[in-house]
């Protein structure tokens, strides 16, 4: 998995040992499972007792004066604090558990909010529709400029947690795609995944590797720009003893790329006048990162989300399990012979597979169960009241992840990590551009556009 920000805790952050159930509650990739899934659990026993979590989050309508935006925000001023206070109330377990200050996260969370309250209310104005200015790219844009102007205080540096957020997030997801259409996609996802993500690795594996750097920095360059980004990089670098450093600045050039795939695959897309299923899947063939990926992706619609989470959640975000495994295995083989310490083994491949993905099968899955076990006029229902305020809390979380994104990108951090890797990542980037275009347009476009 990907993701962005480098000043949080990894997605294999935890506390001190104390049993094997433990990492249930000690690592944020549990708890991405644990607030997703109550979310729309929550949603499934509000509509079972008669009614509908829609009380509780807001739905703006588009205005085009001072008039219009006024009644908006009072029809739905209530519902505003309501859902602060759910996800401040979940969000705030999760992080104080791994250790993040209460006292400081939830006064970061509330300018993180507020910020996207407004980022929602820009993107439902008339005028911002009109021009295609998307709240995605809105959220992006202001995030990277103040993050890289203005110094971000520690208070609120404790609440830009990425992969919090855009984990959360694809889980919602999860419960508005039914698993028929998963299992449908999967096959084309794994093949598509498969042959980006061996091609990518050995391109910037051999041009690193060229370059005169060794082979755990090229490994662990290869593995965060072919599988999913910053996660591969620590779970790779984990696996096979790279130096800190060097996972660093991988993560540094996952991150820079990650931003500059946003804006460079969404000029290709509408250069090209790719649809939005192809669109998607290209995105989620060529980005380094789940939350950039979102976030181009959502300029696009629906369509685009759905494909993109198809080829990189269910494809490329499970390969790093296996490229832990491999790479572990060659590691102890061929490059270190170590006696003592890890060794290579099925358990690499449990202990490095994304929790959330469990999450997001387990969401999808209950929602197909669920509407195929109810009449047609109460599948009518579920979709209104449970399924459409479960995308509006999703909306939220992607929201958070933009805006994170753009905060805790920084530039000047190209200019610390020399040009080897930037070079041998780049021709990597370049490879899989052109091979995301062929898989996702050329040979599988029709495939995706008919999902």
């Not at 309501?82 to 109330?89: D, Q």
């Not at 996952?254 to 006048?273: C, D, H, P, Q, T």
Request: hydrophobic letters at 55%; one cysteine or more.
């Amino acid at each position: 998995m990907s993701s962005i920000p480098v000043n949080q805790a990894s997605p294999g952050a935890q506390l001190p040992k104390q049993s094997k159930w433990a990492g249930l509650i000690a690592k944020e990739d549990w708890w991405t499972v644990w607030i997703g899934f109550f979310i729309v659990v929550l949603a499934v026993i509000f509509w079972s007792a008669g009614g509908t979590i829609k009380s509780i989050t807001p739905s703006f309508a588009a205005w085009s004066d001072g008039a219009s935006l006024g009644k908006t925000l009072a029809d739905n001023a209530l519902r505003t604090v309501y859902l602060f206070v759910l996800l401040l109330a979940l969000f705030t377990l999760a992080t104080s558990i791994l250790k993040v200050k209460a006292s400081q996260f939830i006064p970061g969370f509330l300018l993180l909010f507020v910020i996207s309250l407004l980022i929602n209310l820009f993107s439902s104005w008339k005028f911002a529709s009109k021009y295609g200015i998307e709240a995605p790219l809105v959220a992006l844009a202001l995030g990277l400029i103040v993050g890289n102007l203005i110094k971000i205080p520690a208070w609120f540096d404790s609440s830009l947690r990425t992969e919090l957020y855009v984990k959360v997030g694809i889980i919602l997801l999860g419960a508005t795609l039914p698993f028929t259409l998963i299992a449908k996609a999967g096959p084309v996802a794994f093949l598509q995944a498969s042959v980006i993500a061996i091609i990518t690795f050995l391109v910037i594996f051999w041009a690193a590797k060229a370059f005169g750097l060794d082979n755990r920095f090229a490994a662990t360059l290869g593995t965060g720009g072919s599988v999913c980004g910053v996660s591969a990089a620590i779970a790779i670098g984990g696996s096979i003893k790279t130096k800190k450093e060097h996972v660093s600045v991988t993560i540094s050039l996952v991150v820079i790329y990650a931003v500059v795939f946003i804006f460079l695959l969404s000029f290709l897309i509408k250069a090209l006048g790719v649809e939005a299923g192809p669109a998607g899947a290209w995105i989620g063939t060529s980005e380094f990162a789940d939350a950039a990926g979102i976030t181009a992706a959502s300029s696009f619609g629906d369509d685009a989300i759905t494909s993109f989470t198809l080829m990189k959640v269910i494809g490329r975000d499970m390969f790093i399990g296996v490229w832990s495994f491999v790479l572990a295995f060659i590691s102890v083989t061929f490059w270190e012979k170590r006696k003592e310490g890890p060794k290579a083994g099925a358990k690499q491949i449990v202990s490095r597979f994304p929790k959330f993905v469990l999450g997001f099968f387990a969401a999808s899955i209950l929602l197909t169960i669920l509407i195929a076990n109810v009449s047609a006029d109460a599948q009518t229902v579920i979709n209104n009241d449970v399924i459409a305020p479960v995308k509006t809390i999703r909306t939220w979380a992607f929201t958070f992840t933009f805006l994170t994104i753009g905060l805790t990108t920084r530039f000047r951090q190209l200019t610390s990590v020399g040009w080897k890797p930037v070079v041998a990542f780049g021709i990597g980037a370049v490879v899989n551009v052109i091979l995301g275009y062929l898989l996702s347009v050329v040979f599988f476009g029709d495939f995706w556009s008919g999902l």
